[in-house]
């Protein structure tokens, strides 16, 4: 008797345990159904703006800083990066002490044609980025400040040098990429 009601009991306990994995086994399976329909629909989904409906909405909207752009000689299209190929390193003088100093630089243009212009001259504008940075001072590096400014000054010169060689700004900003000063 004892052990029919052992059994019975481990019958029973085995029933609502397979109920259990069961319920735990369609929770699973639903759940990554969903995500994974979820993820198809996030990653090969539609797209309702297509990239030339994109460009014809930016080539249309006429806001100040277009025209500025217009005016100032850089053309208006897709923006692109130009790296300069090595890092500037150099040395800067301080009122406590000399630093060393190593820039990653790389140009903002805008179309293909300024791109490939921007990199015909690399060595052009390199050798002004090195005569801007030679000038600097470890004090005034030391603020963003003066960072912003070396970056103004540096852009400034080489679109006077891209002007008197190609006829055009060409480059649209000058970009630290990296900047550490020891």
């Known amino acids: 008797m004892a052990d029919e009601k052992g059994k019975e009991a481990d019958l029973e306990l085995d029933g609502s345990g397979k109920k259990k994995k069961m319920i735990i086994i369609i929770v699973a399976v639903v759940v990554l159904l969903s995500a994974g329909g979820g993820g198809y629909f996030?990653?090969?989904?539609?797209?309702?703006?297509?990239?030339?409906?994109?460009?014809?909405?930016?080539?249309?909207?006429?806001?100040?800083?277009?025209?500025?752009?217009?005016?100032?000689?850089?053309?208006?299209?897709?923006?692109?990066?130009?790296?300069?190929?090595?890092?500037?390193?150099?040395?800067?003088?301080?009122?406590?002490?000399?630093?060393?100093?190593?820039?990653?630089?790389?140009?903002?243009?805008?179309?293909?044609?300024?791109?490939?212009?921007?990199?015909?001259?690399?060595?052009?504008?390199?050798?002004?980025?090195?005569?801007?940075?030679?000038?600097?001072?470890?004090d005034d590096l030391a603020t963003s400040a003066g960072k912003e400014a070396l970056k103004q000054q540096s852009l400034t010169e080489v679109q006077k040098i891209m002007a008197d060689v190609e006829g055009d700004k060409t480059i649209e900003k000058v970009l630290f990429t990296g900047f550490v000063m020891q």
């Open 42 to 138: 996030f990653f090969m989904g539609e797209d309702s703006a297509t990239p030339e409906q994109l460009d014809s909405a930016l080539d249309s909207d006429s806001s100040g800083s277009d025209n500025k752009e217009q005016q100032g000689g850089a053309q208006v299209g897709t923006a692109l990066y130009v790296p300069m190929p090595r890092p500037f390193r150099f040395n800067v003088p301080g009122n406590a002490r000399d630093r060393f100093v190593e820039i990653r630089v790389q140009l903002l243009v805008r179309g293909g044609e300024n791109e490939e212009n921007a990199k015909m001259h690399v060595p052009l504008i390199e050798s002004t980025l090195l005569g801007v940075f030679s000038q600097a001072n470890a």
